[in-house]
Structure formats: structure tokens, C-alpha cells
């Protein structure tokens, strides 16, 4: 009887081991230009943190600083378009020989994010910002609109890199009555 009870929990464990079989890691392009990169990005849609619950008009923009470090200004309106005006000051860390591909993130000292570029048009204008536990994904680009199709092969994107878009959520944008 308890050497039957044993085959199962051994068995149990097995099957639930050999299905939770991680994705591969995924791929960064292979170099960014910093210089270029730099700039405000629209946040169009992401699978949201936390912080980023309920956001119009959001926008990430970046400058290097003397260090190597990337300043970031994460700015957006809460719960509506006239909502509280939220901001945030990460400071991105990029990684050594990753092509500047890879950085990581600091929101609070001493703990750092993985950030990874994943897609970059080749005219610096759509940008796709994942993390290899798939739990969050940034769909950014240099304006505040995106036509159907760049937004769908876009999403496809990010699907095939093993996300859930079912968690996607586009964010609303309209930048004309921006306080």
C-alpha cells in the first residue's frame, strides 16, 4: 500500500516537472545605437506592471548620462485623461556586450529589472521591450498612434516569443489636451 502511494507522488511529481519545460531565452537584437534609441517612446500596449494599471498618455523617454547610465522619465495620467499625473525615475544599466540590447533597470536601489530589446524597426520608430520570464512586454513606439497592421505583426511578435496577449493592454493616447 505505501510503496503504491510512493509510485504515485513520484509519478505526480514527473508529470508536473516535465511540464513546466521553460522557454528557450529569448533573443535581443542585435545592436541598438544608443544615440538613436534615446528619445520619448508612446507606450501603445504592454502587459502591465503594478505601477502601470489604469494609464493614459503614457511615456517612456530616455537620455544618457555621462556614467553610461540611461535616465528614464516614466510619465502618464492615472484612470483617465485628466487623472493624477503620475512619474517615474528608473535608471537604465546597460549590459556589457550585449550590443546595447540588454539593460537592466533600477526602480528601487539595490534591485534591477531585466530589459530587453527585443525588436527595433530598422527607421528607430517601433520598438517591442520584453523579459525572458514573459510576465511583462512593452509595445512602444515613436508616435502616439500605430496603424492596425504594424500593431498586428507587432502583437504576432510577441506571441511567438511564448507571451500570453490575452494580458496585452493597449493604453489609451491623446496627446492634443496634454497638461
Known amino acids: 500500500m505505501m510503496n503504491n502511494f510512493i509510485k504515485v507522488i513520484c509519478m505526480t511529481i514527473l508529470s508536473v516537472l516535465t511540464g513546466c519545460q521553460s522557454l528557450p531565452p529569448i533573443q535581443t537584437v542585435p545592436q541598438v545605437d544608443l544615440p538613436r534609441f534615446m528619445g520619448q517612446w508612446y507606450v501603445i500596449a504592454a502587459i502591465p506592471t503594478f505601477i502601470e494599471k489604469d494609464p493614459y498618455n503614457p511615456i517612456e523617454e530616455y537620455k ?53 530589446i527585443v525588436y527595433l524597426s530598422d527607421d528607430y520608430q517601433h520598438t517591442i521591450i520584453a523579459r525572458n520570464k514573459r510576465d511583462y512586454v512593452w509595445l512602444m513606439s515613436r508616435s502616439p498612434n500605430m496603424d492596425t497592421q504594424t500593431y498586428n505583426d507587432l502583437v504576432a511578435k510577441i506571441k511567438a516569443m511564448g507571451y500570453d496577449i490575452s494580458k496585452l493592454r493597449v493604453f489609451p493616447h491623446d496627446h492634443a489636451n496634454k497638461k
Not at 86 to 91: D, E, N, R, S, V
Open 64 to 116: 544618457a548620462n555621462t556614467d553610461g547610465s540611461i535616465a528614464t522619465t516614466f510619465s502618464f495620467h492615472h484612470g483617465g485623461f485628466n487623472g493624477p499625473f503620475k512619474i517615474y525615475h528608473p535608471t537604465g544599466f546597460v549590459v556589457p556586450d550585449s550590443g546595447n540590447a540588454e539593460w537592466k533597470m533600477q526602480f528601487v536601489w539595490p534591485f534591477k529589472s531585466e530589459y530587453l
